[in-house]
């Protein structure tokens, strides 16, 4: 609730992954194909059935990710992807993602070309049939709780009774038979199950200010137990494990958020059982098996973990020690919890998957992610801080080229979608596609970027193209100071939140930058919110609070949309769109384009008619990661 809601719900509203960029490759490294960075995977996304025999994963059929399922040996041996049998044919967009009911039975979910009205399939391994699970129009339907320990129903939310809420339904994975668990009343944005799948949480908003409900049974009524303003987070995580208590993340009466075990009847929280004296958590994990909280994560430079049990931490230093020259990560795990997917990854390298066995101590490889390219021939990120006109402290990320010294380099500048979000380390292909073509690249968490505390994130509240752009400029100006950036030769590049940062940029500081790609960003905050999908209206209030009220802060709002200050932008430009985006109208960039044409301003603009909030498709990727890597060297590098 609180700000957890906003980071649940409206917090995706900008959320977006960026991907590529380019220029020119130093003639000292190995320039790579564009494909080699942003070609699918031959094998990913590893996950195992229940009793952990049989392996599924993704790999292209037709140019699209479909689900593949193969049997394990029994002896540990390496897996012959050869036998392996394909489940799904889907043909028009990747499938989204999947996970296992059982051992014969996978469910996945799918949108329609980007339109992120996303639907629930199931696909039976023995006959091959695929099932619509939601087979309503216009609906977005999410999963509220697996019940891993039931082989036939799961509990999943949708809004096909209103657009604008969720109702919880009891559906049978394998006939389809939908039975209603839950019906909102009209102002619950969030449902907690206890370890039983039974209904019991609830999370309200009125636009402003949340509450946390509790019922003692299902057939009970909802209760209020706390309410808390947005600026205050009361995250529920999974109740204790004798279901009487919730493990929440917190920062009632402090500045970041910590783990604290949340009585149910009175409302009040537990001394903290972990928290970070810089940094929010980020959530925390348990044992189905063993009944226990096992860590809490959190993210400073980079993830790390706070364990609370032996066993677990033994495991993972057990796997660092086998895996030197990575990060690791578990994904995925049987029900006896004796058998786990590993990833092994760095900044270099998208890195290898195993599996990895409790009992015999052993891991079995499973393939490299992008065994295209060499991690050798990647460039390093390194944390960097920098301070901003008004004293904050702003933690970013510097990645420059191979072999090249950190003086008076093209430069691009990357801020994060969201906002309220954060960059973190770790393999980006967008980063190293612009490092193996000569760009130094710049990302800032700005403020208002998560994990730094409510203070930070607070500061970001009706800035956008004032003080949050404002650390961006004075990043870059740090950059130029300490004879990194050429400053002839720096670009901006941003999806989403990031794109309106770009155009923000180029508005409002124009001659800062030689050259700018906007992707789905926001130009008028006034048609914006307008255009916001149903289930993002409770959050709408939330919004004008944040970002500022259009009748209230009319004037404010003009002053910040780049589409009312075209004339000062003189910055080339390319501008990408998905035409399905629900999240940023493509009346967002149609605007813009025309308010520069009408101007005679330089303006590049690529629509795809089957995309969404960045694009997806494979052959679309190509497009504009291509595109953008000429327009990037005419305007930077000739």
Same mark, same amino acid.
């Given at each position: ?32 194909e564009l494909k080699d960075f942003f070609g ?318 409790l009992k015999t101590d052993t891991l079995t ?87 730094? +505390?409510? *203070?930070?994130? !607070? ?5 956008? $193209? ?8 004075? @990043? =870059? ?5 300490? +004879?990194? *950036?050429?400053? !002839? ?5 941003? $999806? ?8 923000? @940029? =180029? ?7 030689? *050259? ?123």
């Amino acid at each position: 609730m609180g700000r957890s809601l906003l980071l649940n719900g409206i917090c995706n509203v900008l959320l977006f992954s960026v991907l590529t960029n380019s220029a020119m490759a130093s003639e000292t490294n190995k320039q790579y194909e564009l494909k080699d960075f942003f070609g699918k995977p031959e094998r990913s996304f590893f996950r195992l059935s229940a009793d952990g025999k049989t392996l599924a994963f993704m790999q292209p059929y037709e140019r699209r990710q479909n689900i593949h399922v193969l049997p394990l040996a029994a002896d540990g041996k390496e897996p012959d992807f050869s036998k392996a049998k394909r489940l799904t044919g889907e043909t028009e967009r990747d499938i989204a993602g999947f996970f296992w009911k059982g051992n014969d039975t996978i469910l996945y979910v799918k949108d329609f070309g980007g339109d992120e009205n996303y639907h629930l399939l199931s696909v039976n391994l023995k006959n091959g049939e695929v099932k619509d699970l939601t087979p309503f129009q216009n609906i977005r339907a999410s999963v509220v709780d697996e019940l891993l320990e039931d082989p036939e129903f799961m509990l999943v939310q949708h809004n096909k009774r209103n657009p604008q809420i969720f109702d919880v339904y009891r559906i049978n994975v394998k006939t389809g038979v939908s039975e209603l668990v839950a019906e909102n009343p009209g102002n619950i944005t969030g449902w907690i199950t206890d370890h039983a799948g039974r209904v019991r949480i609830a999370t309200t908003t009125d636009g402003v200010n949340s509450s946390l409900l509790y019922r003692a049974t299902e057939k009970s009524a909802f209760k209020t137990i706390i309410t808390t303003d947005f600026r205050t987070t009361v995250a529920p995580l999974f109740f204790t494990f004798d279901n009487k208590s919730l493990y929440v993340l917190s920062n009632r009466g402090r500045d970041k958020t910590a783990l604290v075990v949340l009585n149910l009847k009175t409302g009040k929280e537990s001394e903290p059982l972990f928290e970070h004296p810089d940094v929010d958590l980020e959530g925390a994990s348990y044992s189905r098996k063993r009944k226990l909280l096992i860590y809490s994560s959190f993210n400073t430079w980079k993830e790390d973990h706070h364990f609370f049990d032996n066993e677990t931490k033994k495991l993972f230093e057990k796997l660092q020690k086998k895996l030197p020259d990575y990060e690791v990560a578990l994904q995925n795990g049987n029900l006896a919890e004796d058998t786990f997917v590993v990833a092994a990854y760095n900044d270099r390298t998208p890195g290898v998957r195993y599996i990895y066995s409790l009992k015999t101590d052993t891991l079995t490889r499973l393939g490299e992610i992008n065994p295209r390219i060499n991690p050798a021939d990647m460039a390093s990120i390194k944390p960097v801080k920098y301070k901003t006109r008004d004293g904050l402290e702003i933690n970013g990320y510097l990645t420059v080229p191979l072999n090249r010294e950190s003086k008076n380099l093209p430069v691009i500048v990357n801020p994060h979608g969201g906002p309220w979000t954060r960059d973190s380390w770790g393999y980006n292909p967008e980063i190293q596609f612009l490092a193996n073509r000569g760009f130094a690249v710049f990302q800032m968490n700005y403020r208002g970027s998560t994990g730094y +505390g409510r *203070a930070f994130w !607070e500061k970001s509240f009706k800035q956008w $193209g004032k003080s949050m752009q404002d650390d961006i400029t004075d @990043g =870059v100006k740090w950059l130029i100071k300490e +004879g990194i *950036a050429d400053p !002839e030769r720096i670009g901006i590049y941003g $999806g989403s939140y990031g794109g309106y940062a770009t155009l923000a @940029g =180029v508005t409002f500081t124009s001659d800062l930058y030689a *050259a700018a790609v906007d992707y789905v960003g926001v130009a008028n905050l006034f048609s914006f919110m307008k255009t916001i999908p149903p289930y993002w209206k409770p959050f709408l209030a939330m919004m004008h609070e944040m970002v500022g009220d259009p009748e209230k802060d009319k004037e404010l709002l003009e002053s910040v949309s780049p589409v009312f200050h075209a004339d000062k932008i003189k910055t080339p430009l390319f501008i990408a769109q998905g035409a399905n985006d629900p999240r940023v109208n493509k009346d967002e960039s149609d605007q813009m384009v025309a308010a520069l044409k009408k101007r005679g301003v330089e303006v590049q603009y690529m629509v795809k008619e089957n995309e969404g909030h960045g694009f997806h498709n494979e052959e679309n990727q190509f497009d504009f990661y291509g595109a953008m890597e000429l327009f990037f060297k005419k305007h930077l590098l000739d």
